[in-house]
């Protein structure tokens, strides 16, 4: 079978670094927001495994069917809304809420309206939004030295050896040294996590209208826009050309069918995918659908085990965390900025996109990525020569007048 032969260790690692950093760095977002509901620990797992298997699923799914490395992910943006959106509403009728927005992301993929609309982005504008979101990640590696020099500075020694001798091993050498200096400094205790397995728990939803006003379009329009839009233009600036309806489509209807078990919002994933799409899970592009395969199993795994796993990754020290990730994604950083630079006319709208994206501007609830791509848009239509000219032949009329 072709996915065992293009299996490799690299691209093992790769997947269990994406998931690894999704879960420490969001799910804490995820338990406040069940927990703004109301949530007790048994429904909260059962939220983490629901999340898990519509992850899982999609993501292995999608991957071999396209033979793309289609990762998928919850909604961050989305959890965070509800930490702060849910007063009132009970969380019955956030279930409600949850299947109407899921029915609207499987309504934005089937009639493919927001695939023409992802095909009017120019790729230098979604590699500068790319390069915007993972910026602070770049940023955030070196800035832990600061409180973690010996811990993040031997990673970051691992990773220079490792991509001068062997780039592929250069992640799986960074993992692995940083779980080892952790271990000997006495950051990671691992006997006091609790292993016990998950079960999902069916709530009855209630359609409430103050609910899906308040919750279900409002997490709508944050899913698509601050997560699906750069999940489209990580895949494309990758050069994959998968289509990208059905994405849409099968990640709103994972989240609907599952739902009533706390699957609030599922969408392409972005940064986390960037990982498994980066030479570092294999050097033939081709292959890295594999990296998200094994991604989605790690996904079901950790969902099997709900929250006992997430706490779990939680128990690596932060600088850890964010070392492992940003040196991860240098080489994606690296690419998006020279993918949206090489373009002379369209070079400025990308700077634009990539400063207003890596500033984290949030208005109206809608993260920095989509009003980067926002203004990125409006200054290439600005630029646009046809316009320029009309401007330069008016101004050439009123002198000689």
Known sequence: MRPLKDLSFSAVVAGFVAVVVAFTSSAVIVFQAAQALGANPDEIASWILSLCLA????????????????????????????????????????????IVCSALIVLSGVTGWFERAMQRIPLTLGAAMLAGVLLRFGLQAFSSMQTQPILVGSMFAAYLVARRCSPRAAVPLVLITGTLLSLLQGRLHLEGVPMRLALPLFTMPDFSFSAIASVAIPLFMVTMASQNVPGVATIRTFGYRPPISPLITWTGASSLLLAPFGAYAINLAAITAAITMGREAHHDPDKRYMAAVAAGIFYLVVGLFGASVA?????????????????ALLGTIGNGLAAALQSEKDREPAVITFLVTASGLTLFGIGAAFWGIVAGIVATLVYRKPLLEKVEAGETVGESA
């Open 55 to 98: 992850m899982g699923a999609t993501t292995i799914v999608l991957s071999l069917r396209y033979r793309v490395p289609v990762l998928t992910a919850w909604s961050t943006p989305g959890a965070a809304m509800l930490v702060t959106s849910v007063a009132g509403v009970s969380m019955r009728q956030a279930i409600g809420a949850f």
């Open 311 to 327: 706490a779990l990754f939680a128990m690596f020290p932060h600088e850890m965390i964010v070392a492992l990730a940003g040196l």
